[in-house]
């Protein structure tokens, strides 16, 4: 079963808006990472945020992570048709657990 | 710079037959990983290896699935005696002990086995 859940499952909007997407997660974590795949294709990775960071950011992305509420976000700012694709985030080091990820579809 | 590679990206096959995969990792990770990905869900982790040893063997893996890494650096893994039920794409990823803590978790992802079993 999964441990990282994401919100929304799915998210259309239009070129230059803000995107945000949500991960809930069960247990407690070392660090937590946010992946990127592309329709069909294998997975990329985006950011890693440790547990005793509580924002990070890289280019037009801010994640944040509350390990009180064991929670993360992932925002992209400025949003582009090429961020179209399913985002998830991660946790574990070796058997890593990912969320169902969520749907991102941006509009030109 | 070559990444993970996976071969065949895709692969047909009848109920009942062995099918099995393989995976190049990036040449200096020692850590390789096989998940499996059903449409509109997340990888599931299915094993991991360190060099040549399997450490880690999920219970989604059942007695029809084996892995293997013998020389520690390319990986197969057989599905034996396959079912509808393993149509599912397979993804091979690898990382690296030698970094830092934090760049040590990252991993890097074939573009994965498309599987259909008829």
């Known amino acids: 079963s999964q441990q990282g859940e994401e919100d929304p499952q799915a998210l259309s909007i239009q070129e230059g808006e803000n995107a945000t997407m949500n991960c809930s997660y069960k247990t407690s974590i070392n660090n937590l990472q946010w992946y990127r795949q592309n329709s069909g294709r294998g997975l990329v990775h985006l950011i890693l945020i440790r547990s005793n960071e509580r924002e990070k950011h890289s280019g037009r992305l801010r994640v944040t992570l509350d390990t009180s509420k064991k929670s993360s976000s992932l925002l992209i700012t400025a949003s582009r048709a090429a961020d179209t694709a399913s985002y998830f985030c991660a946790t574990g080091s070796f058997k890593t657990i990912f969320g169902a990820g969520t749907r991102l579809f941006v509009k030109a | 710079d070559t990444g993970v590679s996976q071969d065949p990206r895709h692969k047909i096959t009848k109920r009942g037959q062995n099918v099995t995969f393989r995976c190049d990792p990036i040449?200096?990770?020692?850590?390789l990983y096989w998940y499996r990905q059903t449409l509109g869900q997340g990888p599931e982790f299915l094993t991991y290896f360190q060099n040549e040893a399997q450490l880690e063997k999920s219970r989604l893996l059942s007695d029809r699935f084996s892995a293997e890494r013998p020389k520690g650096s390319f990986s197969t893994l057989e599905i034996q005696r396959t079912e509808q039920g393993d149509s599912a794409m397979y993804l091979c990823?690898?990382?690296?002990?030698?970094?830092?803590?934090?760049?040590?978790?990252?991993?890097?992802f074939g573009a994965g086995t498309r599987l259909s079993v008829l």
């Open positions: 040449s200096e990770h020692n850590r």
């Open positions: 990823a690898s990382s690296s002990r030698n970094f830092t803590t934090s760049a040590k978790n990252i991993q890097y």
